[in-house]
C-alpha cells in the first residue's frame, strides 16, 4: 500500500504530516519518471514543483478555491492527487490523461493550457468573476520565472496588481530557467530577490503593486505550507515567490537542466533515450551550418530564438559560436518579431526560428510591426503540419493565420533541395519578409534545387492529363502515391509541388485549364483559410473542378497520424475515388 | 517670416535660442489645430510632445541617432522640423502625409506605425543592428505611459534592459492618461514617482535593470534638452521619465483629455465639432443600453474593453454607471481575451468590445486560452469592414484571421435587427466564443429580427434562379443593388444574407443546385482566407460558378472608398458584368 493509493482526492492530502508530504513527493516523482520514461515529457518542470503542488492542496480547498497552472507542464503532481495517479503508474491509462490541465480529466482543472504566460491572465478572470458574483475563494496564478518574460504574462500581472481589489495570489516557480537559460532585465530583479532572500529593496512585484513574501527553500515542504497559510485568503493582491530545484529529484535532470526540460522517452538509470531517431541528414545542422557560414563570411546575420533553441538544434555549443549574432529573447515571441523587423530595417538579416504554434502569438507583429513595413526579415517555422500532438501545440494553423496577412511570401519546401535554396533565397532578397515552413520529419530528397528565380513558382513533377495534383510542401508523397493510385485507374495525372502559398503562380495555374478536368489540391494545414481554398476561387468562373483536401478546422489532441489522415480523407485511394466520380 | 519657414531639417533646430525653440513650439502647436481642425486626427498627444520633440531633435542627430516613436500619435511636431510642415498648414498639402511616421515620407522615420507599445522592442532591434555592424549611435524609443501596459511593450522593456549592453534610450511621455484613464499596477508606480519627483526608491524601471532620470517639468525645452543630453551616448539602457501635460496649450483639450485624444475636424475657437453625424440610431446606445439593462436585472455581464472605450461609446459617465461591471484593462488586448475566456468559465457573461485592427493583438489567445477551451465569452469587433482608413487601422482583416479558429462562432449582422438579436443570442447560448462584427455607419433596418435559432442560417431576401449573391454583413447593400442591375438584364436572381462566416449553411447552399448557374459571394474583407473562398471549396466539385467579391490582399492608406470599391470590382455594374458572362 503505497500513499499515493490513499491520496483521492486533495482532502486526503490535508490530513498528512509533514513526514507523510514527503514520502508521498517521493512517490510523485517516481510517477513522474516512470511515465515520461516511457512515453515522454516535461521532467525538470515537474520534478521542481512537487512539494509546492503538495503545499497547495494543503493550504488550500481546490476546487472551491482555484489554483491555475501556467502552461501546465507542472501539473503532474497535481494531477496525481487529484484522481489521476493511474496516468502515471498504469501505462494503459497513460493515454487517458494529457500531460497538462485538462477541464473534461478533472473539477481541479480549469483550462486545458500549453502555452506559456497565460495563468496570471485567466486567473485574475476566475477572480472577478468571483468578485462579481459575490463568492469567497482563493484564487491562485502559478508561473514560472521563464513564463513572465511573456507579453500576455506581464499584461496579466500589471493589471492583477491594482484592478481586482481583492483575494489574488501569485505563485512565482523560479527555477532560474526558462526552456534554455532565461534573458531579460527582470531576471536580474529574481536574482537579486534570491540573494537577498528576499530583502532587496528594488522588486520588480512590489513596484507593480503586489504584496510580497520569499520562500528561498521552494523544496521544502514545511516551510512552504507556512508561507501559503500566510496568504490564504488575504484581501489584496501578493506574489509568493518561491526559489524552487528544477529537475529536484533525479540527479541527470538537477545537473542538465536545459535537456530534461522535455524529454523522449528514456531509461532512468542511464538518461539514455530509448528512441531512435535514425541516422539521416538534419535539417538543424544544415540551417546552423549555413548561418554560422555566413557569419564567418562577416554578413550582419542576427539568428532570434524566442526562448526554444533546443526545437531548433541551438544547443549551448551553438549558441556560444554564434556569439553576439545570436539572439535570445526568453518567451517573447512579440517582441522577437517586431526586433526582427527593425534588425532587417537596420541593415541586418534576422532569422527568427519559431515554432509553429507560438507563432500564433504574433499575428499583429507579423501584421505591422513586419509586413506593414515590408522589412526582409526571415522567419523559420518549425513542426508545421499535420501532427499527432497535443491540443495546444498544432502546427496547422500557421498557413490560414500568416499567408493572409499582405506582403509576406510564405514559402512551402518539400525537399531538403528547395528548403535550403529557398533560405539562400530569402535572406539576399530586400522585398519583405520571408517564411518558410522547415520540412518536418520526412523530406524527400534528391530533387534538383530550384534557382532564386524559381523558389515561389510551381514546380511540375510529372505532366499528364485530367487530373492535376497540387501538393503543398510535405504534401508531395501524398501526391506521389495518388498520382500511382490514379494510374491504376488509367489516369495520367499531373503532379505539381506548391512551393509557395501566398501568391498564385497564375501561369502555372492557366497551363492547367488545356487538359485537365479536376485539380486537387493537397496541404498540410487546415483547409479553411489554406492553400487550396483560394485554388478553388482562382478556378472558380472556370470549367474546371476542384477538391481541397488538408485538416479540418479542429483542435485535434493527441490524434495518431493515421486516423487523422483517414478522417480527412488523406489517402491515396480516397483521393483518387472522388476524383474519378468527376471525370 | 516664422520659425518654421527657417526649419528644414533637424540641423535648423540645433541653431535655435531656448526663447526660438519656444516660439517655434507655439507655431507647431498652430500646425497641429490647423490639421486636426480641418481633416481630424490626434490632438492632446502631439500637443503635449512638442518640446520633447525639439529637445530631442536639439541634442540628438536624426536621422544618424535614430527615434522611434511608440504608435506615433505624438509624432506631427516631428513631421514639422522634419520637412514636412506643408502638411500641417498647407491644407492642399494634407494627404500628402499620414497621421503617423512613415519611411516613404522621410528619412526620420523608420517604421510605418499606428498600434500601441511597438516603439520599445522596434528600437532594441535597430539598436542591435547598430551593435552587430559596429556603429556608433543613439537609439531612443519614444513610448507614452498609456502604452506601457500593452504585452509587447513589456516584453521589450524586459529584453532591452538587459541584453543589448549598449546604448539604448526610452523616454517615457508620461500624460497621466492612457486614451481614458490609464489601469494597471504599473501607473501606481509612476503617480509614485511622479509625486516623488523621480526619488522612489520602488521603482519599475529600475526593477528591470534601466538606469533612470526624471523630469518633472517635461514641457520646458531647456529642462529636457539638459536631460536628454545627460544621456546621450550613454552604453547603457537609461529611461528618462518625463511629465508632459496632454493637450498642452489647447485649454480644450488640457482640460478634456479623453474626448480630446482624438478629435474629427472642429472649430478651434468654440471646440464644437464641425462634422454631422446625423441623427438615426446609434448602435453603441443600443449595445450598451442592452448591456446595461442586463446587469440592472442582476446578471453577471462584464463588459470588457482595452483602453479604447470611447470606440464603443462608453463614455464616463456610462462607465460609472455599469460600476464593478466594466473592466477597462488598459492598453492590453491580450489580457482581455483571456481575462474574458475565464470570465466565462468562472460563470459571468463577459462582452469584450475591441477594433478590428487591434483584435490583431489576440490571435493566439483567441485560439488557446478561448477557442480551445470553448468558454462562452462574447467579442464584439468594432471599425470592421472595406474602409478608408490609415494602413495602420484596416478593418478587413479580422473575418479571414478568427472565422478560421475552430470553435469561434463568427456573426456579421447586416441590420440593426439581427445585431441585436445575434447578441441577445450571444450572451445566453453556452456553446462557445461569440464573435460579432458591429455595423458601421449604415444600418439597414426594418428587416425582421431573426429567431434565436436562426441566427447562424443564411437568410433569403429573395428566391430567383441563374445568380445567388451571397452577402455577408454590410455588404447586403452592394448585394441589394447588384439584384437591381442584373434584373435589367432580366436575371431575377437571388439574394441571401450571410449572417455567419466560420460555418456554411450547407443546406442553404444546397438549394442553391438546382436553378442556378453562378453564386457570388460579397464581403467586406479581404478574400484571401476569408468567406468567399470556402463557398468556392463547397461548390467546387459541382456545376456551379463562383465568383468571390472583397479586399484585395494590401495594405491600403487612406484610400477613398469608392477608389477601393471600384479597385475591387465592388459596384452593381462590374459585378453583374462578370455573372452575365458566365451565364
Redesign the interface.
Known sequence: MTLLDMVHSPADVKKMSVQQLNDLAQEIRQGILKRDSLIGGHVGPNLGFVEATLALHYVFNSPVDKI?FDVSHQCYAHKMITGRYNGFFNPDDYDKITGYTN?HESEHD??????TS?SV??????A??????GEKHNVIAVIGDGSL????A??????????LGSNFIVVVNDNQMSIAEN???????LKLLRETNGQA????F?????DYIYVNDGNDVEKLIAAFQSVKDTNK?VVVHLNTLKGKGYKLAETYKEPWHWSVPFDIESGDKTVDFGEGESLDDLTYNFLNDKIKRGE?V?VVVAGTPGVFGFNPQRRQELG??Y?D??I?E??AV???????????C?VFCVHSS?L??????L???L???RNPAVILVYWSGLSSAD??HLGC?DM??A?????ITFLTPATKEEYMAMLDWSMTQKDGPVMIRVPNAVVYGGEVAPRADEVKAMAFAQKGEKVALLAVGEMLGLAKQTAETLMNFHVDATLATVRCVSELDTAALESLKDKHKVVITLEGG?????F???I??Y????EL????YGAK???TDRLPLDVLYRENRLLPQMIAE?ALK?L
Chains 1, 2 share one sequence.
Open positions: 491555475v477541464p480549469h483550462f486545458v493550457i500549453g502555452h497565460t491572465s485567466l486567473a485574475s478572470g476566475l472577478k468573476a468571483r468578485d462579481l458574483k518574460s511573456g507579453g500576455e506581464l499584461e496579466g500581472l500589471d493589471f492583477a496588481a491594482s484592478e534573458h531579460g532585465g527582470l531576471y536580474n530583479n529593496e528594488i522588486n520588480f512590489e513596484a507593480l503593486g503586489y493582491p550582419k542576427a553576439a549574432h539572439i529573447v526568453g517573447a512579440e517582441h517586431a526586433m526582427s523587423s527593425a534588425l532587417a530595417k537596420g541593415g541586418c534576422p507560438f500564433q502569438r504574433t499575428y499583429d507583429q501584421s505591422q510591426d509586413a506593414l513595413n491540443a495546444t494553423f490560414a493565420m499567408s493572409n496577412i499582405p506582403n487546415v483547409v479553411n483559410g489554406g487550396g481554398e483560394k478553388a476561387r478556378f472558380g468562373n472556370s473542378k476542384v477538391l481541397n478546422k479542429e483542435f472522388d468527376l
